[in-house]
C-alpha cells in the first residue's frame, strides 16, 4: 500500500517558478513509477509527466516539455516537480500517482494523492 500527499502549490504570477512534492509512505513507493496529472476547471484530466521507478526513464507531456522537470528521491520517499516558465493556462489542481509502471494512461496508476491547487496569474 502506498500513501501520497501533494505539498507546495499557491499562487505564482505567469513566467514564474513553483515547485510541487509528492511525498510518499509505504515501503514499496521506490519500486514504483510516479505521474503527475492536472485537472483544470471545466477540463478532463490529463497526464504531465511520468518518472520510471529508478529515475532512469523520464517523458513529458508536449505541453509541458522544457518547462517541467520531474525528479524522485527515494530514500526520502518524495518526487519533485519543478514548473518553470509557468503560464496561466497551467492552472489546474495537480495530482501525483504511483504505479508499477511508468505509463501516460490514468488507469495505470493504482494510488492517488488528493491534489494540490496550482494558481498562475496573468
Known amino acids: 500500500q502506498v500513501q501520497l500527499v501533494e505539498s507546495g502549490g499557491g499562487l505564482v504570477q505567469a513566467g514564474g517558478s513553483l515547485r510541487v512534492s509528492c511525498a510518499a509512505s509505504g515501503r514499496t513507493f521506490s519500486r514504483n513509477a510516479v505521474a503527475w496529472f492536472r485537472r483544470a476547471p471545466g477540463k478532463e484530466r490529463e497526464f504531465v509527466t511520468t518518472i520510471s521507478a529508478s529515475g532512469g526513464f523520464i517523458y513529458y507531456a508536449d505541453s509541458v516539455k522544457g518547462r517541467f522537470t520531474i525528479s524522485r528521491d527515494n530514500a526520502e520517499n518524495t518526487v519533485f516537480l519543478q514548473m518553470n516558465s509557468l503560464k496561466p493556462e497551467d492552472t489546474a489542481v495537480y495530482y501525483c500517482?504511483?504505479?508499477?509502471?511508468?505509463?501516460?494512461?490514468?488507469?495505470?496508476?493504482?494510488?492517488w494523492g488528493q491534489g494540490t491547487q496550482v494558481t498562475v496569474s496573468s
Open positions: 500517482a504511483a504505479g508499477p509502471l511508468a505509463l501516460t494512461s490514468s488507469v495505470g496508476y493504482e494510488y
